[in-house]
């Protein structure tokens, strides 16, 4: 049987594999969700094969809303012998909720843009538009 050989994932193979920018696992590193990896005696950075799996999780994370500090708790609630599901669960629930306020919000901004190109005809000159004179806020 052949032994298959795992090259060492050098800063630019692991950006390279899991798919975010060099300056990606950088800034994750010095943030504190990328542990420092070991140096050659040439000063390469060499990432454990584990460094892929946890910058995929954040990208993931990301996409989902979390922020950095979230995904800071997350990652240490995972190595946690004390955490179990229902920790995680109630974290993602409060993310819904975070979520569901940002779309009662973005919602409410459409409404109010909506209300204002219906009150404008755009037939006026700029001094007189009204989503111009709504946005100076001097409504007396």
Do not use: H, W
């Not at 504190?32 to 584990?50: C, D, H, K, N, Q």
């Not at 500090?69 to 819904?96: G, Q």
Request: glycine share 6%.
């Amino acid at each position: 049987m052949e032994e298959v050989q795992v090259r060492p994932l050098t800063i630019g193979r692991l950006a390279n594999v899991a798919g975010v920018n060099l300056e990606t696992v950088r800034y994750y590193e010095r943030r504190g969700l990328l542990p420092r990896p070991p140096r050659t005696a040439s000063g390469y950075r060499i990432f454990p094969v584990e460094a892929t799996r946890r910058l995929r999780f954040i990208k993931r994370a990301q996409e989902l809303g979390f922020s950095l500090r979230e995904i800071r708790e997350l990652l240490a609630l995972r190595v946690s012998s004390r955490t179990n599901s229902t920790e995680i669960r109630k974290r993602a629930e409060a993310k819904i909720g975070d979520i569901e306020g940002k779309i009662r919000t973005l919602n409410s901004m459409r409404k109010t843009l909506e209300r204002l190109t219906r009150s404008c005809s755009g037939c006026v000159p700029v001094s007189e538009c009204p989503i111009l004179e709504s946005l100076d806020g001097d409504n007396s």
